[in-house]
């Protein structure tokens, strides 16, 4: 079965300070996609990326980026430069390939950010 | 386009009545997938419809039910209601299911 693991709870940071979120998963699939979504007070899931299994290219998005590592089954987060506005929860999250998967998202527990001014 | 909608946003009901939660996808999609958000179990998949048919189900019990309309607009149906069905409950909708899903702003569920 499929597992996510968000091991950080909370984090806090300073405005203008780095901060990566880390995630690691766990499938028997060799085809799966990996997500990250961004929670706000007001509770929709925001989607950020969508990554597949066979490209482990890293990406950047404007004070964003990816790092995905099949070696360590780890998809982590990174916020450059760090403002209020990205206090959030962030969620990892796992959907594999296969006909009985379905569109089914595994999430992880989620990392509270709080960005302080 | 405009995204996911859920109605109604808020509830309140009492243990042992029954509910019933709206979901309207993106124009277009035709996967639509429902989700159940509590401080305790997180965020757990409960099912997914497409073109009318449930093509997948999480371990949830079967008082939580749902169905998806010709249009892909999606209901749940919670019967029997618990104390611990008190949750945000969250709608998806996706092209084919197997891409990016797309969140709505949730019904939140009070079960007094």
């Known amino acids: 079965a499929q597992k996510v693991t968000q091991a950080q709870t909370e984090i806090s940071v300073v405005e203008k300070e780095d901060v990566t979120l880390d995630c690691v998963y766990e499938t028997r699939d060799t085809t799966y996609y990996l997500f990250w979504y961004k929670q706000p007070p007001s509770g929709e899931l925001v989607f950020l990326i969508r990554r597949n299994s066979f490209d482990e290219q890293n990406e950047i998005s404007g004070r964003y980026s990816w790092n995905f590592q099949k070696s360590t089954s780890s998809f982590n987060f990174t916020i450059t430069a760090s403002q209020v506005v990205d206090s959030a929860v962030y969620f990892c999250a796992l959907s594999e390939a296969s006909e009985t998967s379905g569109s089914r998202l595994t999430f992880g527990e989620g990392t509270q950010l709080t960005v302080n001014p | 386009k405009a995204g996911v909608t859920q109605t109604p946003r808020y509830l309140i009901k009492t243990r042992g009545q029954q509910v019933t939660l709206s979901c309207s996808p993106i124009s277009g999609h035709r996967s639509v997938s429902w989700y159940q958000q509590t401080p305790g179990q997180g965020l757990q998949f409960l099912f997914e419809?497409?073109?009318?048919?449930?093509?997948n189900k999480g371990n949830f019990p079967g008082r939580f039910s749902g169905r998806q309309f010709s249009n892909s607009r999606s209901e749940m149906n919670v019967s029997t209601l618990e104390l611990g069905d008190s949750a945000l409950y969250l709608c998806?909708?996706?092209?084919?299911?197997?891409?990016?899903?797309?969140f709505g702003p949730g019904t939140r569920l009070t079960v007094l």
């Open positions: 998806a909708s996706s092209f084919l299911g197997k891409d990016t899903q797309y």
């Open positions: 419809y497409f073109s009318e048919t449930q093509r």
